[in-house]
């Protein structure tokens, strides 16, 4: 993870979802779990957001503020 963070990492179910913004091109979600044994990468997705879009989850979805929108990811398992 980058050093200049610009948005507040959540955590959510055990897991930590951050913003780290290296360079725009770049900026993806990523979903880390945390453990006093490991720090573990469990995947990334570019949302195409703007620097500094904060992420926020509510009833297990993902809120991302957009260029010019907001994006919602489900993060649910299927069938919840």
Request: charged share 25%.
């Amino acid at each position: 993870m980058s050093s200049a963070e610009s948005s507040s990492p959540i955590l959510a179910d055990g897991k930590i979802f951050a913003l780290p913004e290296e360079n725009e091109d770049s900026l993806f979600v990523l979903m880390y779990r945390a453990t006093p044994e490991k720090f573990e990468e469990l995947g990334r997705f570019n949302p195409h957001a703007g620097p500094g879009a904060s992420p926020s989850i509510v009833g297990g979805k993902l809120y991302l503020r957009l260029q010019d929108s907001i994006a919602c990811y489900d993060l649910r398992a299927e069938g919840q």
